[in-house]
């Protein structure tokens, strides 16, 4: 299955479902979201993997990554979250460690109530990112 998404323009929100796809999936369906009438600028992201049960490689998502980035200024997205129903995700824990390294706002989620309150400007503390470091201190 491919990757589609839904523009919330009440919600300002653009959420993002399908199997784990590759870095040319991710720019064929970025593509489709800015060309789109109904974004605006400021929309929060929410990549939903609830569905998804092929994980990509770190490879892969480095690749994805780059699109993401390239795409962002465009986009002019606030926030991403990636929700996950895993309670380890290595394609999700690589893409936010990436995303942290290019200054990306993208954080892990485990629960969609967490990755919204995120989105809409809630502290980080829900982030799955967040609870692997405090568990490890």
Known sequence: MSLS???DA?????TITGEYADAAEWNRLLTAVLDDRALQP???FLRDL???THP???ATVVGII???RRFWPKLQAT???ILTPRDVDPAALVAH???DAQHLPLQVFRTYEEAIAWLNGAADGGSVDERTHSERA
């Open 79 to 81: 926030r991403a979250a």
């Open 66 to 68: 780059d699109v993401v």
């Open 42 to 44: 400021g929309f929060a």
């Open 10 to 14: 009440d919600r300002r929100l653009i």
């Open 56 to 58: 990509v490689e770190p």
């Open 50 to 52: 609830r569905g998804a």
């Open 97 to 99: 460690a990436l995303a």
């Open 5 to 7: 998404y839904v523009i």
